[in-house]
T-cell receptor, first 113, second 115 residues
């Protein structure tokens, strides 16, 4: 079946450094790629998303890039802060009748003060 | 606006017992999702409703799991009988219409522990 692979599973960076999380997807027809942040014990929340008609999107310190040819997309966080520590999930939307999201396995980001 | 509500927040049961979870989506959201999130993994879709009809339940273990959304608003997810491997957080989410790239909003989840 369709799947989304996410790497790395854990990432530790020094405050102020950049963090990059990468995902690959299998459904070449996918056209929507959201990123969710889940803090410990809390619900996943959308932080940024990208549609297949653009290659990059930025929102302050976070950005997402998409390479449709290679079927991969990445989350970039610059000037990391301790409050960025959380689990980040990428997802890809299937282009069947359900339009359901397939989630990656998550990346636990730790920002060291 | 009010978010997605779920109850209970925590549940501990013994294997072979039954359990039910409740979800109230954001008002006006036609699409409702139930996800299972096992520790250390991403959310896995169990069932998706559009109003009160099932759109996708391909990953729902139908021998023990059931879900309904009778009036197209609230939904319940039931497990009977529970197994140890059902221990997970069960997340409910809702969106306006997945076909137009609307955001999915998640509830706080129900953490189920099966002993």
């Amino acid at each position: 079946g369709e799947n989304v692979e996410q790497h790395p599973s854990t990432l530790s960076v020094q405050e102020g450094d950049s963090a990059v999380i990468k995902c690959t997807y299998s459904d070449s027809a996918s056209n929507y790629f959201p990123w969710y942040k889940q803090e410990l014990g809390k619900r996943p929340q959308l932080i940024i998303d990208i549609r297949s008609n653009v290659g990059e999107k930025k929102d302050q310190r976070i950005a997402v890039t998409l390479n449709k040819t290679a079927k991969h997309f990445s989350l970039h966080i610059t000037e990391t802060q301790p409050e960025d520590s959380a689990v980040y999930f990428c997802a890809a939307r299937l282009m069947d009748s359900s339009y359901k999201l397939i989630f990656g396995s998550g990346t636990r980001l730790l920002v060291r003060p | 606006e009010a978010g997605v509500a779920q109850s209970p927040r925590y549940k501990i049961i013994e294997k072979r017992q039954s359990v039910a979870f409740w979800c109230n989506p954001i008002s006006g959201h036609a699409t409702l999702y139930w996800y299972q999130q096992i520790l250390g993994q991403g959310p896995k879709l169990l069932i998706q409703f559009q109003n009160n009809g099932v759109v996708d339940d391909s990953q729902l273990p139908k021998d023990r799991f059931s879900a309904e959304r009778l009036k197209g608003v609230d939904s319940t997810l039931k497990i009977q009988p529970a197994k140890l491997e059902d221990s997970a957080v069960y997340l409910c989410a809702s969106s306006l219409d997945p076909g137009v790239l609307n955001e999915q909003f998640f509830g706080p989840g129900t953490r189920l522990t099966v002993l």
